[in-house]
C-alpha cells in the first residue's frame, strides 16, 4: 500500500483541528476534508485509523455528509481491496463501519457492496475464518439481506431497522 511507516499518532495530529476529545469529527465541513484525505490514504495503517474516526462519529448529519460526498462508494473499494488481499484485520474494520453508517435502501442499490459481504459470510463459513470476523460479516449480511429482500414498505423497514434513513412514500 506504499512506502514508509506511517505514525497513526502523527496523522491524528495532523486531523486535530477536525476532531473533538473524544475523537469524533466536530462538523459537516470536517468530515468532507476528511473524506478527501480518505482517498489518498493506501497504507492500512491510514485506512483503519479513518475508520476508527468514523466509528467515534455519532452525528447523524455528519456520517449521512460522508456517505453523500463519496464514502459509502470509497467503502466499497477498499473492502473489494481488502477481499481481494485477503486482508482480514481491514476487512473487519471496512464491516462495522459499515454497520455503523445510517445507510438506506437507496444506497445499498448504488453498488455491490451487499453482494461482497454477502460472499464474505459465506466464504467465511467455508473457510474457517476467525470467529469475531464471520460474526461481523453475518451479521451486517443479515441486516442487510431483508432490505434487499424485502417489498419496499418504509413502515416495515422502518420497524425492523430503525437505524435506516427511511423516506415515507
Request: hydrophobic residues 40%; positive net charge.
Amino acid at each position: 500500500m506504499g512506502s514508509g511507516p506511517i505514525d497513526p499518532k502523527e496523522l491524528l495530529k495532523g486531523l486535530d483541528s477536525f476532531l473533538n476529545r473524544d475523537g469524533e469529527v466536530k462538523t459537516v465541513d470536517g468530515i468532507s476534508k476528511i473524506f478527501s484525505l480518505m482517498k489518498e490514504a493506501r497504507k492500512m495503517v491510514s485506512r483503519c485509523t479513518y475508520l476508527n474516526i468514523l466509528l467515534q462519529t455519532q452525528s447523524p448529519e455528519i456520517l449521512v455528509k460522508f456517505i453523500d460526498v463519496g464514502g459509502y462508494k470509497l467503502l466499497n473499494s477498499w473492502l473489494t481491496y481488502s477481499k481481494t488481499t485477503n486482508n482480514i484485520p481491514l476487512l473487519q474494520q471496512i464491516l462495522l463501519t459499515l454497520q455503523h453508517l445510517p445507510l438506506t435502501v437507496d444506497h445499498l442499490k448504488q453498488n455491490n457492496t451487499a453482494k461482497l459481504v454477502k460472499q464474505l459470510s459465506k466464504s467465511s463459513e467455508d473457510e474457517g475464518r476467525g470467529q469475531s470476523f464471520l460474526m461481523t460479516a453475518s451479521s451486517l449480511f443479515s441486516c442487510l439481506t431483508p432490505i434487499l429482500e424485502l417489498p419496499c414498505h418504509s413502515f416495515l423497514l422502518h420497524f425492523y431497522f430503525p437505524f435506516l434513513k427511511i423516506e415515507p412514500l
